[in-house]
């Protein structure tokens, strides 16, 4: 049996968002100057060099810009094979996630967010493909 994958550091730059997605809300910073959305979380707006930013709660919908599959076992517990997708947000920011689909990534298709526990009360956003329904 394999030990489980080490769950995420919380950095003061992180908190915000991972109390968020173990409340299974995407919490993605936003500077209140120029009302830009951005990744990774900074203090400092990337835009236009803002010091006054929050979080807001974002609808986690985007398209997939790229994806990649691993196949080597980086930490123990580690799931191979796995894949990781570059998801660029409709409110602007471009996120890289793990991908929660059954198939295949398709580049330029419509994706929404998901929230996976890891344990501990910990929750990761993770995307799959958007299902007609
Ligand atoms: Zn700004």
Not at 3 to 12: A, C, E, G, Q, T
Not at 69 to 82: L, T
Request: hydrophobic share 35%.
């Amino acid at each position: 049996m394999s030990s489980p994958r080490p769950l995420p550091n919380r950095y003061p730059e992180d908190v915000e968002h991972l109390d968020g997605a173990a409340l299974g809300e995407l919490r993605i910073p936003v500077c209140h100057s120029c009302g830009q959305e951005f990744w990774p979380p900074s203090p400092v707006c990337p835009a236009d060099f803002g010091t006054d930013v929050g979080w807001v709660s974002d609808p986690g919908v985007g398209t997939v810009n790229s994806w990649v599959r691993f196949h080597k076992r980086y930490f123990a517990g580690d799931d191979v094979p796995y894949t990781i997708v570059q998801v660029q947000l409709d409110s602007g920011p471009r996120l890289t996630t793990t991908w929660a689909g059954e198939e295949d990534p398709e580049i330029g298709g419509p994706v929404a967010v998901t929230f996976r526990e890891v344990g501990d009360g910990m929750a990761l956003p993770e995307f799959g493909p958007v299902t007609s329904q």
